[in-house]
């Protein structure tokens, strides 16, 4: 089977802008959960989505936000770019919602300028 | 508040010694308990659970936790370390429906 995988690798931004990093699910996973990795913060959770819902957020200002596909696929955008939102943008899938564990991407990691 | 600690930021141990990562939880309820790996440019990789039963579980590459209630610990063992365990490892406890995760502990093999 196919892991987890994240388009794009890489991305530069600037202040002000947006972006949105896409994640493709283990087949059959219905879950999707949103992770941001930074070397002061460690993994904090974004948001999880299961069957097109978003089921769990955490702690992240409204800048950033996210979305489920019919097929599992999901998406997570940030709006007006901050210095502070650099970072690698981790997706994980699993079968379903906890305690199933998780299967993770390689990432995508965000400069942003 | 649920939460999940990992008291060592680095551990250093010779290749061919036993290796113990520790971890502590606080949870309410029965706690679900996991182990991940980060190795340098990848994504993490799960290594075992503890969701109920033995309180030793066994999971990838040669690695098992063991599960002490009553200290609110879920230790990360390994009776034979190899330089190819260097890595970063994260201890994770699931609350409040949410995934949550330790500071992770780098993990260091000397050959």
């Known amino acids: 089977k196919a892991g987890v995988t994240q388009t794009p690798r890489y991305l530069i931004k600037t202040r002000g802008q947006q972006v949105t990093l896409s994640c493709s699910p283990i087949?059959?996973?219905?879950?999707v959960s949103w992770y941001q990795q930074t070397p002061g913060q460690g993994l904090q959770f974004l948001f999880e989505y299961f069957s097109e819902t978003q089921r769990n957020k955490g702690n992240f200002p409204g800048r950033f936000s996210g979305r489920q596909f019919s097929n599992s696929r999901s998406e997570m955008n940030v709006s007006t770019l901050e210095l502070g939102d650099s970072a690698l943008y981790l997706c994980a899938s699993s079968l379903g919602l906890a305690p199933y564990e998780q299967y993770f991407g390689p990432g995508t990691r965000l400069t942003v300028t | 508040a649920q939460s999940v600690a990992q008291p060592e930021d680095q551990v250093n141990v010779a290749e061919g010694n036993p290796l113990t990562v520790k971890c502590t939880y606080s949870?309410?309820?029965?706690?679900?308990l996991f182990w991940y790996v980060q190795y340098p440019n990848r994504g993490l990789q799960f290594l075992l659970k503890?969701?109920?039963?033995?309180?030793l579980v066994k999971g990838s590459y040669g690695f098992e936790a063991e599960f002490n209630k009553s200290q609110t610990s879920f230790h990360l063992k390994k009776p034979s370390a190899l330089v190819s365990d260097s890595a970063l490892y994260f201890c994770a406890v699931i609350g409040g429906f949410k995934t949550i995760f330790g500071a992770g502990t780098r993990l260091f093999v000397k050959a």
């Open positions: 087949s059959g996973h219905r879950s």
């Open positions: 503890y969701i109920t039963g033995d309180n």
């Open positions: 949870v309410s309820g029965n706690p679900y």
